[in-house]
């Protein structure tokens, strides 16, 4: 078996504290490595060397330090076949959906090329006699990340990017479940030319979270993972005083309206809510078709598609999705199907029995399909993250749109329709922070920012986009003035500029 390390100071670290996390190959079910799990004083090495590398990163130029965004663009690139294997083999994605989690990182990493132009300040010549206003941002210093199993290259990178290119050093705890790529990610950084210390990688779990949140030295945390841990370390984080942005889960619906092309509807929803096996945050977990004849279509056309789904390995190129990234993910998923069934919605497609031949013990499930779901049962309640599609299946528009605005979650959502008006309104109305109409997955491309509203997302600002490099800043506003010919004595009152 494989021993993984931390990645601290430039250098990989075997763990001291002598508590490990098994590390499977989902498709197997085999454990084939081990990660270290941080203990308090684990993290304290990283603080410390991040304390002692980030002034002196702050102080380079900006230009200087987007070069190193340029270079490691490049590495990337050229790492991201190799890359795409060892996160296939720890999550069970396919190699394609793997080469896109690292393209989309790549994505944030070119964004922030353009840091320099993106941390321009503001200023006012003449605010006031012989006065100028200006201000800057400038790096919080240390910030941290803490991240889920389903993304392992993109969202490391959707944080450390925007952090590093603003002057910050920054410490990584990536999932526990898939800690290979995000050390890879470190050894780029290095190669790149980032000097040591400013990006590190402590491996961890809840002891090392909570750590995170108590440090005195760290001054923001940006975490992304299921709801009640997000809620958690943001209520932690902040009553640490900390700047804190932390992302929860999701319960994405796709509203059908009668004029949409069903066979796009229906080619979109296999895509969102099967790629993955459903273990994407922006998964279409739910759909509403409006009408019962749309229903009655869409679900003709559904099926057999879910049941020609090809379901296998990441080896097989080609599997549609893989397993499960955990026998807990698996068991956790059967489940909320049980109860599906017991609280009486139609399971259509049932992909419970599925096994693979020559992978039994992989923690595969096959496709499901549940119609005549309705708000009340639990498996339209919770984020099932897995391979179900839920329908639920509306007489109107507003009985349609109803249903997402009233859900606790607001990642995601999607509207299928020819009529405009129908979608605008759609658009307007929604209290979702992602919208696609006509798209399924609506993830914001590296240059807008992407988050969601109500239990998806605490706190204020988004990740990447020009929302990440507020989060990685501080603004400081200086009034200057040089009094030349300007006479005055003491001021007792607020000075105003008239
Ligand atoms: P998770 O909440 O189990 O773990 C996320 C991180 O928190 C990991 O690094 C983990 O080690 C740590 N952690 C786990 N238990 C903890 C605890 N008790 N205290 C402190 N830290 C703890 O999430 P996951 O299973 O890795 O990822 C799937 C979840 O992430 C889904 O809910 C999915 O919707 C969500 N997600 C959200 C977004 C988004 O942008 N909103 C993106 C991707 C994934």
């Not at 603003?166 to 890879?184: H, Q």
């Not at 129908?422 to 997955?441: E, H, L, Q, S, T």
């Amino acid at each position: 078996m494989l021993d993984l390390t931390h990645y601290i100071d430039g250098e990989h670290h075997e763990g001291s504290s002598g508590r490990f996390a098994e590390v499977f190959n989902p498709a197997t079910g085999e454990i084939e490595k081990r990660t270290p799990l941080a203990s308090a004083s684990e993290l304290d090495r990283a603080v410390a060397a991040a304390k002692a590398a980030q002034p002196e990163w702050a102080a380079a130029n900006p230009q200087k330090r987007a070069r190193v965004f340029i270079k490691l663009a490049a590495l990337l690139e050229e790492n991201k076949a190799a890359m795409a294997e060892d996160l296939s083999r720890e999550h069970g994605k396919t190699i394609e959906d793997s080469k896109g989690d690292i393209q989309r990182g790549l994505e944030v990493v070119e964004f922030v090329i353009a840091a320099p132009h993106l941390l321009k300040g503001e200023f006012t010549e003449g605010a006031g006699p012989g006065i100028d206003m200006y201000s800057m941002r400038q790096p919080v210093g240390i910030g941290a990340g803490i991240t889920p199993f389903n993304f392992p290259a993109m969202i490391p990178l959707w944080m450390a990017a925007p952090a590093i290119a603003c002057g910050n050093a920054f410490i990584l705890k990536p999932s526990e479940r898939d800690p290979s790529v995000p050390l890879r990610i470190a050894e780029l950084f290095e190669e790149a030319g980032l000097p040591k210390g400013i990006f590190q990688v402590v491996q961890g779990d809840k002891e090392t979270v909570e750590a995170i949140c108590a440090h005195p030295e760290i001054g923001a945390i940006s975490f992304v993972g299921s709801t009640p841990i997000a809620r958690s370390v943001y209520a932690n984080a902040t009553a640490n005083g900390k700047r804190a942005q932390c992302f929860g889960g999701a319960k994405n619906h796709m509203v059908i309206m009668p004029d949409a092309d069903l066979d796009q509807a229906a080619d979109a929803l296999i895509g969102a809510g099967y790629g993955s096996a459903g273990e994407r945050c922006m998964a279409i977990s739910v759909a509403v078709p409006v009408g019962q004849e749309t229903a009655d279509k869409l679900i003709d056309k559904l099926k057999p598609r879910i049941e020609e789904l090809h379901v296998g390995p990441y080896t097989d190129e080609k599997a549609d999705f893989g397993p499960l990234v955990t026998a807990a993910a698996k068991e956790k998923v059967l489940g909320l199907i049980e109860t599906g069934v017991a609280d009486g919605a139609k399971l259509v497609v049932d992909g419970r029995g599925f096994s693979h031949q020559g992978y039994e013990d992989g923690f595969f499930v096959g496709g499901c399909l549940f119609d005549d779901v309705t708000p009340d049962m639990e498996i339209y309640k919770t984020e099932i993250f897995g391979p179900v599609l839920s329908v639920v299946r509306a007489k109107t528009y507003e009985e349609a749109i109803d249903l997402p605005m009233k859900h606790e979650y607001g990642n995601g959502v999607s509207i299928y329709t020819r009529d405009g008006d129908a979608a605008r309104d759609f658009a307007n109305r929604i209290n979702i922070g992602m919208v696609g109409v006509n798209v399924p997955i609506p993830v914001p491309l590296a240059y807008h920012s992407f988050g969601g509203w109500k239990a998806s997302s605490f706190g204020d600002l988004n990740q990447h986009g020009t929302d990440s490099i507020r989060f990685w800043t501080r603004v400081k506003t200086v009034t200057a003035r040089w009094p030349s010919g300007v006479k005055d004595g003491a001021e007792f009152s607020i000075p105003v500029m008239n």
